[in-house]
């Protein structure tokens, strides 16, 4: 080892191992005071104290015809979170590559948005329901059948091999879309379901929490994500996140050990699709209208991408992945307005939009290739799912 | 169900079906050529189909004709389909080559696993179909029409237009091309070859790399064909079409034998068939429904299709 | 002669690939508490016979029971539960899993610990993972490689790697463990470690099926032979009926051209 690589590891090793040295209360009191920082994030006092002469993104990002602010991306920054933590116990635990992940989300919306909405058509049509549910309650009833889609996706299909398995889910999924799109008798198409219910809560004054601010909600989601980060890594770090690892790793070898390899990936396919129907019930929470756009395929290409660009295997990166996905855009509209960045270009008579939230998706496609050929373990790998991958390297390559 | 309309209308739906499915076959060989050879899904190809339309759009406008053109007369017809399938096609294969060069050669030079080229396939898909949406502001965009719009011949309820009779025999003659192309020629036994055993060709003189643009390049030239025939078919078409086009495509491949040439045509042309009379029989809302039923049956109890084998073991 | 257990047919089994006949009625028993050899030149078709009896082929013709149940058109990992476990002949370890953590894997064959049970912490999960991570430490020892627990297998020494295989087969709990080439690439020293390992392994009493091409090896440990050259088997017996077999000799050494 020549003392360049020594040097790289030992820095390396600092960040991560400094962490992990110092004595448990400190840990847990550093880890108390980051996630105080998180829920301070979206109040203008916080940045206002710390003397900031431009608060970070406040005022800079006009975003929901609400007029809203930080709180309002940092919102769909949770919920990405939440939707990539669900895949990236898919993809990054299991090693299943679900290209219509976002399926899921949209059963949970349109499952709160069907029980909870006053116009909804089993009241008014089919008078299954007398009146609308409240919120809270539908949630459950949302991540059960977020499930159950999921178990129905996946019975027939992880058999398959990968390959075969990614285009089956995203054919799957588009199905759904245009199903959903042309039936008229629940779902209502394009018109969609408006009206949908809120979560709970008043305050001491008599208003509502839940209301118009996404504040509250940006706090409901990042709870959420706390608890759910604590019920995932309960779960890799017992028998069933041995039984991913060995599937991941030589999926035959695994069988022959034992390991249900099929109820374990089934299993793998049922958490991602109740996380995702998870978020897709605490953003219908906040959404007001949910209609069949919600199931474009180019929101489960951003989720990917999200898994993939933060580190597939890895908690840390699917928050971080999540997170660049939503707010980089974000971020650098606003960067661009305040520099006279133009929306729109005018090149032989022909528009062209160049709004960084438009195009998102060019940069994010482009992205996931030079990821994968760069840094195929991402921004934040795993150790395991990064050492996995360099081993692949190693062997040789192929004679061209 | 409905099996008058199906009974009916049976040789219009024929024709028909035979005309489209001779354009899902065309882009199917594009697909089971790389999977072939690389045993990759080429998610990019469906992008691949959409710019060839465009380049055939962009074509007949810089030659004077769009959406609200009249139609000319037969023989500037003739003419301006000849110039958009050469442009078309070489666009098209043009495009498909700088995918391979840029999503997937870095790959196989790092011996990447599997999942991470399906990865980049993806999101070389998106990159080029957002371009092109950026490009296009997202909106559909007319084709003019250019063959005559009457009938070619009509007997006892059975009508022929002159386009679907062009695109099934123009498809035809370009599948015989390229099956001649690949049985006949050296450079085909070198697709062959390295379909069967990239290694070893590769020890007997084979440029892998080289076989691999090769298929890049045939794949892309065919879609550009396809592109030109669905563009007149469909009358527009916009930066998203590709996603559909190429799941149908996919799925007559996998239909015929993925990596089988003459499965791809049987699976496409099939396809094109089965979606016609389904469209009779249920309703046109539920045809894309049909294919991709078709896809998930097929995977799970007969995922090596009708004709089942591989590329390599192309007979002459 | 007491009366012994059959704990493995092979009940003629013919396995074909396309054209080639890899099993041509291949028909052996074998015994509980007994160590069987099993032998032949390469290409023989051992390790397509292992395949079989743990299900990763499907025999075109004739069954193969272990216990008397037929195992063949088992799903692969219901075979290991009835108790037959194996190593591989090019090592198929968790590179990425330590020494401990492939062992556990093995440990949890037998385990009931599902996702709700995980989730919830439930007193099952506690109680299965204290059992299992005091059996792998057990078995770890047992073959010899305590101290390498927390070490990942791809860091392991050769030899170390083929034990850690036999640790986590080990754990399956298995009445029979087939061994594919256990002792390729061996020195004679540590082949001598392996005879005794394989021994201890049976007196524990586990019955053993070993796939090996080191003559001195087989002869010094194992109770019977089956010989097989291609897909037919062509001699059973002691190893010494075995050794003096002009038919294994020929299949070997060849037959000398007509002077």
Same mark, same amino acid.
């Given at each position: 080892?020549?003392?360049?690589?020594?040097?790289?590891?030992?820095?390396?090793?600092?960040?991560?191992?400094?962490?992990?040295?110092?004595?448990?209360?400190?840990?847990?009191?550093?880890?108390?005071?980051?996630?105080?920082?998180?829920?301070?994030?979206?109040?203008?006092?916080?940045?206002?104290?710390?003397?900031?002469?431009?608060?970070?993104?406040?005022?800079?990002?006009?975003?929901?015809?609400?007029?809203?602010?930080?709180?309002?991306?940092?919102?769909?920054?949770?919920?990405?979170?939440?939707?990539?933590?669900?895949?990236?116990?898919?993809?990054?635990?299991?090693?299943?590559?679900?290209?219509?992940?976002?399926?899921?989300?949209?059963?949970?919306?349109?499952?709160?948005?069907?029980?909870?909405?006053?116009?909804?058509?089993?009241?008014?049509?089919?008078?299954?329901?007398?009146?609308?549910?409240?919120?809270?309650?539908?949630?459950?009833?949302?991540?059960?059948?977020?499930?159950?889609?999921?178990?129905?996706?996946?019975?027939?299909?992880?058999?398959?091999?990968?390959?075969?398995?990614?285009?089956?889910?995203?054919?799957?999924?588009?199905?759904?879309?245009?199903?959903?799109?042309?039936?008229?008798?629940?779902?209502?198409?394009?018109?969609?379901?408006?009206?949908?219910?809120?979560?709970?809560?008043?305050?001491?004054?008599?208003?509502?929490?839940?209301?118009?601010?996404?504040?509250?909600?940006?706090?409901?989601?990042?709870?959420?994500?706390?608890?759910?980060?604590?019920?995932?890594?309960?779960?890799?770090?017992?028998?069933?996140?041995?039984?991913?690892?060995?599937?991941?790793?030589?999926?035959?070898?695994?069988?022959?050990?034992?390991?249900?390899?099929?109820?374990?990936?089934?299993?793998?396919?049922?958490?991602?699709?109740?996380?995702?129907?998870?978020?897709?019930?605490?953003?219908?929470?906040?959404?007001?209208?949910?209609?069949?756009?919600?199931?474009?395929?180019?929101?489960?290409?951003?989720?990917?991408?999200?898994?993939?660009?933060?580190?597939?295997?890895?908690?840390?990166?699917?928050?971080?992945?999540?997170?660049?996905?939503?707010?980089?855009?974000?971020?650098?509209?606003?960067?661009?307005?305040?520099?006279?960045?133009?929306?729109?270009?005018?090149?032989?008579?022909?528009?062209?939009?160049?709004?960084?939230?438009?195009?998102?998706?060019?940069?994010?496609?482009?992205?996931?290739?030079?990821?994968?050929?760069?840094?195929?373990?991402?921004?934040?790998?795993?150790?395991?799912?990064?050492?996995?991958?360099?081993?692949?390297?190693?062997?040789?390559?192929?004679?061209? | 169900?409905?099996?008058?309309?199906?009974?009916?209308?049976?040789?219009?739906?024929?024709?028909?079906?035979?005309?489209?499915?001779?354009?899902?076959?065309?882009?199917?060989?594009?697909?089971?050529?790389?999977?072939?050879?690389?045993?990759?899904?080429?998610?990019?190809?469906?992008?691949?189909?959409?710019?060839?339309?465009?380049?055939?759009?962009?074509?007949?406008?810089?030659?004077?004709?769009?959406?609200?053109?009249?139609?000319?007369?037969?023989?500037?017809?003739?003419?301006?389909?000849?110039?958009?399938?050469?442009?078309?096609?070489?666009?098209?294969?043009?495009?498909?080559?700088?995918?391979?060069?840029?999503?997937?050669?870095?790959?196989?030079?790092?011996?990447?696993?599997?999942?991470?080229?399906?990865?980049?396939?993806?999101?070389?898909?998106?990159?080029?179909?957002?371009?092109?949406?950026?490009?296009?502001?997202?909106?559909?965009?007319?084709?003019?029409?250019?063959?005559?719009?009457?009938?070619?011949?009509?007997?006892?309820?059975?009508?022929?237009?002159?386009?679907?009779?062009?695109?099934?025999?123009?498809?035809?003659?370009?599948?015989?091309?390229?099956?001649?192309?690949?049985?006949?020629?050296?450079?085909?036994?070198?697709?062959?070859?390295?379909?069967?055993?990239?290694?070893?060709?590769?020890?007997?003189?084979?440029?892998?790399?080289?076989?691999?643009?090769?298929?890049?390049?045939?794949?892309?030239?065919?879609?550009?064909?396809?592109?030109?025939?669905?563009?007149?078919?469909?009358?527009?078409?916009?930066?998203?079409?590709?996603?559909?086009?190429?799941?149908?495509?996919?799925?007559?491949?996998?239909?015929?034998?993925?990596?089988?040439?003459?499965?791809?045509?049987?699976?496409?042309?099939?396809?094109?068939?089965?979606?016609?009379?389904?469209?009779?029989?249920?309703?046109?809302?539920?045809?894309?429904?049909?294919?991709?039923?078709?896809?998930?049956?097929?995977?799970?109890?007969?995922?090596?299709?009708?004709?089942?084998?591989?590329?390599?073991?192309?007979?002459? | 002669?007491?009366?012994?257990?059959?704990?493995?047919?092979?009940?003629?089994?013919?396995?074909?690939?396309?054209?080639?006949?890899?099993?041509?009625?291949?028909?052996?028993?074998?015994?509980?508490?007994?160590?069987?050899?099993?032998?032949?030149?390469?290409?023989?078709?051992?390790?397509?016979?292992?395949?079989?009896?743990?299900?990763?082929?499907?025999?075109?013709?004739?069954?193969?029971?272990?216990?008397?149940?037929?195992?063949?058109?088992?799903?692969?990992?219901?075979?290991?539960?009835?108790?037959?476990?194996?190593?591989?002949?090019?090592?198929?370890?968790?590179?990425?899993?330590?020494?401990?953590?492939?062992?556990?894997?093995?440990?949890?064959?037998?385990?009931? %610990?599902?996702?709700?049970?995980? /989730?919830? !912490?439930?007193?099952?999960?506690?109680?299965?993972? $204290?059992?299992?991570? *005091? #059996? +792998?430490?057990?078995?770890?020892?047992?073959?010899?490689? %305590?101290?390498?627990?927390?070490? /990942?297998? !791809?860091?392991?020494?050769?030899?170390?790697?083929? $034990?850690?295989?036999? *640790? #986590? +087969?080990?754990?399956?709990?298995?009445?029979?463990?087939?061994?594919?080439?256990?002792?390729?690439?061996?020195?004679?020293?540590?082949?001598?470690?392996?005879?005794?390992?394989?021994?201890?392994?049976?007196?524990?009493?586990?019955?053993?099926?070993?796939?090996?091409?080191?003559?001195?090896?087989?002869?010094?440990?194992?109770?019977?032979?089956?010989?097989?050259?291609?897909?037919?088997?062509?001699?059973?017996?002691?190893?010494?009926?075995?050794?003096?077999?002009?038919?294994?000799?020929?299949?070997?050494?060849?037959?000398?051209?007509?002077?």
């Amino acid at each position: 080892m020549t003392t360049e690589t020594v040097k790289k590891q030992r820095w390396k090793l600092n960040l991560r191992d400094r962490f992990q040295d110092l004595p448990k209360p400190a840990r847990i009191a550093a880890m108390v005071v980051f996630v105080v920082l998180l829920y301070l994030l979206p109040t203008k006092a916080f940045y206002e104290n710390l003397g900031f002469p431009i608060p970070i993104g406040s005022g800079y990002l006009p975003f929901y015809t609400t007029g809203s602010d930080m709180a309002g991306v940092l919102f769909q920054c949770g919920y990405y979170i939440l939707l990539a933590l669900g895949l990236n116990v898919v993809l990054g635990y299991a090693g299943l590559l679900d290209l219509g992940f976002f399926g899921f989300f949209a059963v949970g919306a349109y499952t709160v948005a069907l029980l909870t909405s006053p116009e909804s058509k089993l009241i008014t049509e089919y008078n299954w329901l007398e009146s609308p549910w409240p919120w809270l309650v539908t949630v459950p009833i949302a991540i059960a059948l977020a499930m159950l889609s999921g178990v129905l996706l996946g019975w027939p299909t992880l058999r398959l091999r990968g390959d075969y398995l990614a285009i089956v889910t995203l054919g799957f999924a588009e199905i759904i879309r245009i199903v959903a799109k042309n039936q008229d008798w629940i779902l209502n198409g394009d018109r969609g379901i408006p009206s949908v219910g809120h979560p709970p809560g008043t305050w001491p004054d008599g208003e509502a929490i839940f209301d118009l601010e996404f504040t509250p909600y940006y706090w409901l989601v990042l709870t959420v994500i706390i608890a759910v980060i604590f019920l995932i890594r309960n779960l890799a770090n017992s028998r069933v996140g041995r039984a991913w690892v060995a599937i991941r790793e030589d999926e035959d070898a695994a069988e022959l050990m034992g390991v249900p390899t099929f109820k374990f990936k089934l299993w793998a396919f049922a958490i991602g699709a109740a996380i995702g129907g998870l978020s897709g019930s605490l953003w219908a929470g906040q959404a007001n209208f949910v209609n069949s756009n919600t199931f474009s395929l180019e929101n489960s290409i951003l989720v990917l991408a999200a898994v993939l660009l933060g580190g597939a295997g890895s908690i840390g990166g699917a928050i971080l992945g999540g997170f660049i996905v939503i707010y980089l855009p974000e971020w650098l509209r606003s960067v661009g307005d305040v520099f006279g960045w133009p929306t729109q270009v005018e090149i032989a008579g022909i528009h062209i939009d160049v709004s960084p939230t438009s195009l998102r998706f060019v940069i994010f496609g482009a992205l996931l290739i030079v990821v994968m050929i760069y840094r195929p373990q991402g921004l934040w790998p795993n150790r395991r799912r990064a050492a996995e991958l360099k081993d692949r390297q190693k062997e040789v390559a192929p004679v061209e | 169900m409905n099996f008058d309309d199906l009974i009916q209308g049976f040789p219009d739906l024929t024709t028909t079906g035979l005309a489209q499915g001779s354009i899902y076959a065309l882009v199917a060989l594009g697909y089971t050529l790389v999977y072939g050879v690389l045993r990759l899904i080429n998610f990019a190809h469906s992008e691949v189909f959409m710019f060839g339309t465009f380049a055939a759009l962009w074509t007949w406008g810089l030659m004077g004709y769009d959406s609200n053109s009249t139609r000319p007369d037969l023989g500037t017809a003739l003419l301006l389909i000849l110039v958009s399938l050469v442009v078309a096609s070489l666009f098209s294969g043009g495009v498909a080559m700088v995918v391979e060069a840029v999503a997937y050669r870095p790959l196989r030079k790092r011996n990447a696993p599997p999942l991470v080229f399906l990865i980049s396939a993806i999101g070389a898909s998106f990159v080029l179909a957002e371009l092109m949406g950026a490009f296009t502001e997202r909106r559909q965009q007319g084709i003019p029409g250019l063959l005559p719009g009457e009938p070619l011949f009509s007997a006892g309820g059975w009508t022929v237009y002159p386009l679907q009779l062009m695109t099934f025999v123009v498809a035809l003659a370009v599948m015989f091309g390229l099956d001649w192309f690949v049985s006949k020629t050296r450079f085909g036994r070198g697709i062959r070859a390295v379909a069967q055993d990239a290694d070893t060709a590769a020890l007997m003189g084979v440029n892998k790399g080289r076989v691999i643009a090769l298929v890049f390049l045939l794949g892309g030239l065919l879609a550009g064909v396809a592109a030109v025939f669905y563009s007149m078919k469909q009358g527009n078409t916009r930066f998203n079409v590709g996603f559909l086009i190429g799941l149908k495509a996919f799925s007559a491949a996998v239909l015929g034998g993925i990596g089988n040439l003459r499965g791809a045509l049987l699976g496409g042309l099939l396809l094109g068939l089965v979606e016609s009379y389904g469209a009779a029989l249920f309703g046109s809302n539920w045809t894309n429904v049909i294919a991709f039923v078709v896809l998930l049956v097929l995977l799970m109890f007969r995922p090596t299709g009708l004709l089942g084998e591989s590329l390599g073991r192309a007979r002459a | 002669m007491s009366e012994r257990k059959a704990l493995l047919e092979v009940d003629n089994v013919t396995l074909r690939f396309g054209g080639v006949v890899a099993l041509n009625q291949v028909d052996f028993t074998l015994y509980e508490g007994e160590i069987l050899g099993l032998i032949g030149p390469n290409g023989a078709g051992k390790t397509t016979c292992f395949n079989a009896m743990t299900g990763v082929y499907l025999p075109t013709e004739g069954q193969i029971r272990f216990k008397g149940e037929q195992v063949s058109g088992k799903k692969r990992n219901k075979i290991t539960k009835m108790g037959m476990a194996r190593t591989f002949q090019n090592i198929r370890l968790f590179p990425e899993m330590t020494a401990l953590e492939n062992v556990l894997v093995g440990a949890d064959a037998h385990n009931t %610990t599902s996702v709700p049970t995980a /989730l919830l !912490r439930l007193p099952k999960h506690w109680r299965e993972e $204290r059992q299992s991570k *005091a #059996r +792998a430490l057990e078995l770890l020892d047992f073959v010899g490689i %305590t101290g390498r627990s927390d070490d /990942l297998a !791809r860091n392991l020494s050769y030899g170390d790697q083929r $034990r850690l295989e036999i *640790a #986590r +087969a080990l754990a399956t709990n298995p009445a029979l463990l087939c061994l594919d080439e256990p002792a390729a690439g061996f020195n004679p020293a540590e082949k001598v470690a392996l005879l005794e390992l394989i021994k201890k392994i049976r007196d524990s009493g586990v019955t053993v099926l070993l796939i090996e091409h080191d003559m001195r090896l087989v002869m010094g440990v194992t109770d019977r032979i089956v010989v097989l050259e291609f897909g037919r088997k062509i001699a059973e017996g002691t190893p010494e009926e075995v050794r003096d077999n002009p038919k294994v000799v020929a299949a070997y050494l060849g037959v000398p051209d007509a002077a």
